[in-house]
């Protein structure tokens, strides 16, 4: 199984700051890495799928990059909504695995 | 629009089984893959397994082999998970959550099912 590891698990931030959560494969996914970000009692929403295309209706602060084996999600000025937890999953092949999640936290 | 709407909670007894139901609106039901995705309390996201509803074939997390069942009804769009041989850790939130073939990413999402196994 393709083992994603994300980090940090989580961190502290501020409205308006730029926050960046990494996200790195076991093995080479190509560009199949998706984004989803979760907030409490409610179901994961997709952000951002093959690595770096913007699902349609989320802002333009969120941006995705990476290939291969390492990924990146960015937010380019935090904003209060965004306050939640965000996971990487690849989509090369089944199991289709999940990073463990990164809490963005005030 | 595009929806998926999941059954209600449940509390079952170790040893029991489980059938979470998923049902689909907006799309072509059987244009799209259904993943079951489950989240234990406090703790990350955890595939489980897909459905083709088109052909019905199926692909399950070697974990789940031998206690997960995924089936549909085409005629009524739903999706079907069925969880045997409860225990404890079973306790979670199961998540329905559709692909559309060639697309490789989860959306929408069903609301999740809160699945109880307790004593």
């Known amino acids: 199984d393709i083992q994603m590891t994300q980090s940090p698990s989580s961190l502290s931030a501020s409205v308006g700051d730029r926050v960046t959560i990494t996200c790195r494969a076991s093995?080479?996914?190509?560009?199949?890495l998706n984004w989803y970000q979760q907030k409490p009692g409610k179901a994961p929403k997709l952000l951002i799928y093959?690595?770096?295309s913007l699902q349609s209706g989320v802002p333009s602060r969120f941006s995705g990059s990476g290939s291969g084996t390492d990924f990146t999600l960015t937010i380019s000025s935090l904003q209060p909504e965004d306050f939640a937890t965000y996971y990487c999953?690849?989509?090369?092949?089944?199991?289709?695995?999940f990073g463990q999640g990164t809490k963005v936290e005030i | 629009q595009v929806q998926l709407v999941q059954s209600g909670a449940e509390v079952k007894k170790p040893g029991a089984s489980v059938k979470v139901s998923c049902k689909a609106s907006?799309?072509?039901?059987?244009?799209?893959?259904m993943h079951w995705v489950r989240q234990a309390p406090g703790q990350g996201l955890e595939w489980m397994g897909w459905?083709?509803?088109?052909?019905?074939?199926?692909n399950y997390a070697q974990k789940f082999q031998g206690r997960i069942t995924m089936t549909r009804d085409t005629s009524i769009s739903t999706a079907y998970m069925e969880l045997s041989s409860l225990r404890s850790d079973d306790t979670a939130v199961y998540y329905c959550?559709?692909?559309?073939?060639?697309?490789?990413?989860?959306?929408?999402w069903g609301q999740g099912t809160l699945v109880t196994v307790s004593s």
């Open positions: 093959f690595a770096s």
């Open positions: 459905i083709n509803p088109n052909s019905g074939g199926t």
């Open positions: 999953q690849q989509s090369y092949t089944t199991p289709r695995t």
């Open positions: 959550a559709s692909e559309e073939v060639f697309q490789n990413w989860f959306d929408p």
């Open positions: 907006g799309y072509t039901f059987t244009g799209y893959y």
């Open positions: 093995q080479t996914i190509s560009n199949y």
